[in-house]
């Protein structure tokens, strides 16, 4: 096995014993990037240079003997709208196709701080908005397990880039999935924390009272060791929790036994392919055969979540895509402009892909005098019942466990003409985001050669819990 295939987790042990070194590892992933990238696409940017020299110098902090942290020498990508300082970053955006940021995210200053590797910026759909990578200014992104397929979105240059041994780590953002859906569509791991768990300073807002920074990895353990450098308050987000930081590993390997594992009745109707259903059944199965108690639980307002969400989000995006407006930073039309409005126009008319002005006009149009009780305000009722139908169930459970997606990875180009189809691409996941709570996709069986992900869902700032059952799924497969 390449050394690019293996998890953080073998690899910061190799290292430790001094099997390998980080140069070696990073040489392996710039490797892969080589031979796989022209197919696959995962990156927009990527820092070969920057990456080689940081693995010096961590190989040169092992050398001298010290204690070193955790992600030291390790390859890690960062989707590419989390600021990171002198490289650019482009949001998937035309509008900020050469926009370098002066400062790093606290999530990228934190894995550097941990001694990480940076390999690249992955690709995203524009602006987070899409489930499939190919809303990008750059291309699309390609599935590494069948590259006909889309490897889910927004996140999926991370996925991708995790799945194909492009990176060892990825750090993604889920507003309303784009963590949880690429991960389970290129079969990896990855967990969106609990909404205030990593600080969003830094990250390129879509929708901020749903984007949450996340880790994607090979297994759990990956995700918990990212995870544990990643989150903790930050003072310059104040929506950031100043709440005790667990070491998400130590709780890893208490197992599942006697676990009530909640199956909200709501999830598992109409809807759902069933080759999908069959492989999620056969997780629930094997988990209540290792113990866990398997509990029906309703969430009745589960039906209002794609539309309480899709107008929620596009209220926010539409607020705060308003900056890019060509004069303080990014792409600027000056083509036969002759008056300032003319320049915003123009400038946001060939700045922004078709998706991304569908919301801002969908958004203003939500939060217009007229509308903004019908839509908006109702929207944010609805948010309150869904958010509730959850703290009732949580009285009963430990975690729940649903599909992440009701279909597989579906091929390129499908669902580009029907935005309404891709919107329900997310109808598992959007309502952890508007309830604000910890969710985690791990793979869990293949249905023809397609990866399947299972969501396992956690009370707010329990992501101990929803570790340790992926963990222990994982065990129990033994699929890592
Ligand atoms: N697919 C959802 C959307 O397009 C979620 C995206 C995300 O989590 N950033 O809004």
Redesign the pocket.
């Known amino acids: 096995m390449e050394l690019c295939d293996r998890s953080a987790s073998e690899l910061t042990v190799m290292l430790r014993k001094r099997e390998v070194s980080s140069r070696e590892i990073t040489e392996s992933v710039l490797k892969r990037i080589d031979e796989k990238e022209e197919t696959i696409n995962a990156y927009i940017t990527t820092t070969g240079e920057i990456a080689l020299r940081q693995a010096d110098l961590a190989d040169s902090r092992f050398r001298e003997g010290k204690s070193v942290p955790l992600l030291n020498g390790i390859p890690i990508a960062i989707k590419d709208l989390l600021c990171t300082h002198g490289i650019r970053t482009t949001c998937g955006s035309k509008i900020l196709n050469d926009f370098v940021p002066t400062y790093n995210a606290t999530a990228v200053e934190r894995i550097l701080g941990d001694g990480a590797v940076l390999i690249g910026k992955t690709n ?2 524009e602006f ?4 499939s990578t190919e ?1 990008s200014a750059f291309g699309p992104t390609r599935n590494p397990v069948n590259t006909e397929c889309v490897p889910g ?3 999926g240059g991370s996925a991708a880039a995790v799945a194909a041994g492009e990176t060892i780590l990825a750090i993604g ?7 949880r ?1 690429p991960s389970a569509y290129c079969g990896v791991a990855g967990i ?1 924390p609990t909404y205030g768990r990593v600080s969003r300073y830094g990250l390129v807002s ?2 901020s009272s ?2 949450q920074v996340g880790a994607l990895g090979r297994t759990a353990e990956d995700c918990a060791m990212l995870l544990n450098v990643i989150c903790g308050h930050d003072r310059l987000d104040t929506t950031s929790a100043d709440i005790e930081k667990p070491d998400f590993r130590e709780s890893l390997n208490k197992g599942i036994k006697g676990l009530k594992i909640g199956l909200p009745r709501e999830y598992f109707v109409e809807g759902m392919d069933e080759p999908v259903k069959a492989e999620i059944m056969h997780a629930i199965s094997l988990l209540e055969k290792n113990g866990a108690d398997i509990v029906d639980i309703s969430l009745p307002h589960a039906k209002y979540a794609i539309s309480t ?2 107008l929620i ?1 596009t209220a926010e ?1 539409s607020s705060n895509l308003a900056r890019y407006d060509g004069v303080k930073y990014g792409f600027r039309s000056e083509d036969g402009v002759s008056d300032l409005l003319d320049m915003y126009e123009a400038t946001r008319s060939e700045g922004f892909g078709k ?1 991304v002005k569908r ?1 801002i006009m969908l958004g203003t149009y939500v939060l217009s005098a007229g509308y903004y009780d019908a839509y908006y305000l109702k929207a944010q009722e609805a948010r309150t019942l869904i958010k509730e139908d959850f703290e009732r169930s949580f009285e009963q459970v430990d975690c729940m466990v649903t599909p992440v997606s009701p279909c597989l990875p579906f091929k390129l180009g499908e669902k580009m003409a029907d935005p309404l189809q ?2 329900l ?2 109808i598992y ?2 309502s952890i ?1 508007l309830s604000g709570l910890p969710g985690m996709s791990i793979n869990c069986g293949m249905v023809d050669g397609l990866p399947v992900g299972l969501q396992i869902i956690g009370k707010p700032f329990d992501e101990e819990m929803v570790l340790r059952v992926g963990h222990a799924y994982e065990q129990m497969t033994g699929s890592v």
């Open positions: 995203m759909d987070a908005m899409g489930s809303n979105g927004s996140s953002s889920d507003t309303g999935g784009s963590i859906l969106k879509y929708a749903l984007d969400y899709y989000a995006a998706e919301r891709m919107y691409v997310d996941t959007v985001n």
